[in-house]
């Protein structure tokens, strides 16, 4: 890990050396360090007896070569605790590396690029933006199920900017890797996938009231031959407020696989208490409908309520506590066979974290 890491700051080095007498070079720094510890159990890598192997730290350096082209790059460095999908996540991981042209209101993204889907995913690094330690698990997923970025383009439109009511409108194509959480001997593991024939769109309209958006997507894409092979469908919609003393947002997604339907969707409520303070409460739901020999059996697959605290000491520097209450199959342990009629269990566990940023 510490080898990879030093060649990853080395080589960022000699970029800043090379641009800095340019100065069209930023360098942007994020850690989120968190304690973990379950009642019963472990769910998401938390274990009963308590981690610190709970991390989520990128550096990202964008090079301006004129007012309207860019190049960024972004490396990031995951642990989920004792969770089998460690096995999963390298030390240090190439997570963006795109080139960014702008052609008026149109920008064009080609290469490692951030998916646009929904509030967080390109922002689920920035621990000190995350009202809590991760992005609302059921729709934005973590380590399985899910990819941050497309091996490919991305296309943006920004439609009236100057109006009050404007839109963003964005397509993507490529493939990107996808690690999939399956059953093996009565434990999960991880399983990675190589997804073709990616594309999807996303479109946000901005209101007059400020901090008040709605928007909503949709995607396909082929996760080749393997677990839950086949073509997936993905359509979602989110709804985002803040105001002085409070913050709303909700979002809804829908995956349907020839073998499996899948719905995500969460509320989430923040209280701006005092100053830095602010209280959060969330509740995040998942079901799922799983096709047995053609028959549907439909599950109650993840019940999550959480509530928790945060206080700023500045905007870059954000500490959080938080108690989430589950009920479903995401536990870690104990091994549920859902198929076989298993009832769901209850793992509840705690997350202590500071999150920084430069």
Do not use: C
């Not at 308590?50 to 995951?78: K, N």
């Not at 943006?156 to 996808?178: F, H």
């Not at 997507?217 to 989110?238: I, M, N, P, T």
């Not at 100053?275 to 799922?288: A, I, N, S, Y």
Request: proline share 4%.
């Amino acid at each position: 890990m510490f080898r990879s890491l030093r060649l990853a700051v080395l080589g960022i080095a000699l970029v800043a050396s090379a641009a800095a007498a340019q100065d069209k070079l930023q360098i942007h720094g994020y850690l989120t360090q968190a304690y973990g510890k379950a009642d019963t159990g472990a769910y998401l890598g938390v274990p009963q007896d308590g981690t610190t192997d709970y991390r989520i730290a990128a550096l990202q350096v964008r090079y301006a070569m004129t007012g309207s082209d860019e190049f960024v790059l972004q490396l990031s460095h995951r642990r989920l605790g004792t969770s089998p999908m460690t096995a999963g996540e390298p030390d240090v991981a190439m997570d963006w590396v795109y080139y960014n042209r702008r052609f008026g209101d149109l920008s064009a993204k080609i290469g490692r690029v951030p998916i646009p889907a929904g509030i967080y995913n390109e922002i689920r690094d920035v621990g000190v933006l995350l009202p809590l330690y991760r992005a609302p698990y059921n729709f934005y997923f973590e380590g399985s199920f899910t990819s941050e970025t497309v091996d490919g383009a991305v296309l943006r439109y920004d439609i009236m900017p100057a109006s009050p009511w404007n839109a963003e409108v964005s397509a993507y194509g490529g493939t990107w890797k996808m690690t999939q959480r399956v059953d093996q001997d009565g434990a999960y593991v991880p399983l990675e996938v190589r997804v073709k024939n990616a594309f999807g769109g996303e479109a946000w309209i901005n209101t007059p009231i400020e901090e008040i958006r709605v928007g909503g997507g949709a995607s396909r894409f082929d996760a080749g031959d393997a677990y839950l092979a086949g073509v997936w469908k993905e359509w979602h919609a989110s709804f985002d407020g803040t105001t002085r003393w409070a913050t709303l947002r909700s979002e809804y997604r829908k995956i349907v696989t020839d073998d499996v339907t899948w719905a995500g969707y969460y509320a989430y409520l923040g209280i701006h208490a005092y100053k830095g303070l602010t209280l959060h409460g969330q509740m995040d739901f998942g079901d799922l409908t799983y096709k047995a020999g053609g028959v549907p059996m439909d599950f109650d697959w993840d019940r999550t309520k959480t509530v928790g605290l945060s206080y700023a000491f500045r905007p870059d520097v954000v500490a959080k506590g938080e108690y989430h209450f589950t009920k479903g199959y995401w536990a870690d342990e104990p091994f549920v066979d859902f198929v076989m009629g298993e009832a769901p269990v209850k793992v509840n566990y705690l997350l202590l974290s500071l999150s920084v940023s430069f």
